[in-house]
């Protein structure tokens, strides 16, 4: 008798996992069905790959990061499974204590100063809706979650305890979130670290190509051999 195979939908938390393992690294052109299949067992089907993420925009340290998000998210969207999710950049003003105060300043001075705070909002509560809409709906049998962020715990635990279905927890941080992964996980659930040696055997081709012409690896983003 032909058993069905275990159907699975990965969930990428865009900025903790870049934040976590990929920032200033040669490893960001990251092919995340393939990074997935190295998790799970080979008669496992990846039905979908969903990707949370902003759209960044250029900063005066950050001339180009823009122009290198975009020609990454086009080189997701050639993979048939990845449907990328989008949250938004909330830009406001705090006011912060300088690490190094200026040894010269005028009378008064403390060191605090204005400055701009970029914050990502959204990922997370996207990723938690669709984490468990789709086991609602009984569209997965695993749930494979990259990300170490601890407000996902009732969600993962919702999953684990109320659907008949499995969250595999594969973390990009080196520090454990036992929100997400406690000592004791049930028999169908798994915690793994997210290792360098994984995203080097999961990386997108140099050169692809979509409707609008060549989508190219920007400098930097890619291990070279």
């Known amino acids: 008798m032909r058993y069905p195979k275990k159907r699975i939908i990965l969930y990428v938390d865009g900025f903790n996992l870049y934040y976590g393992v990929l920032r200033g690294t040669d490893y960001r052109w990251l092919n995340l069905e393939s990074l997935c299949g190295q998790y799970v067992k080979r008669d496992a089907e990846l039905v ?10 250029d900063r005066p340290d950050k001339p180009g990061q823009r122009a290198e998000q975009w020609e990454y998210l086009r080189a997701l969207r050639t993979l048939p499974n990845v449907e990328i999710i989008y949250g938004h950049f909330l830009t406001r003003t ?80 080196s520090t454990r979130s036992y929100a997400l992964s ?41 291990h070279l051999k």
Do not use: M
């Not at 979908?48 to 925009?57: D, G, M, P, Q």
């Not at 569209?139 to 494979?144: E, F, N, Q």
């Open 94 to 173: 705090a006011t912060r204590l300088l690490e190094h105060p200026p040894k010269r300043r005028r009378k008064g001075d403390i060191g605090l100063r204005s400055v701009w705070i970029q914050e990502e909002k959204g990922s997370d509560v996207n990723l938690a809706s669709h984490l468990l809409a789709d086991g609602f709906r009984a569209r997965y049998d695993l749930a494979v979650v990259i990300s170490n962020d601890g407000d996902l715990k009732l969600p993962v635990e919702i999953v684990r305890k109320e659907f008949d279905a499995g969250v595999g927890i594969i973390n990009p941080h």
């Open 48 to 57: 979908a790959v969903k990707y949370f993420t902003a759209k960044v925009e």
């Open 182 to 222: 406690p000592h004791t996980l049930p028999p169908n659930s798994f915690y793994q670290r997210l290792q360098p040696r994984r995203l080097r055997k999961a990386q997108l081709s140099l050169e692809l190509h979509d409707e609008e012409g060549a989508i190219r690896c920007p400098e930097g983003w890619c």
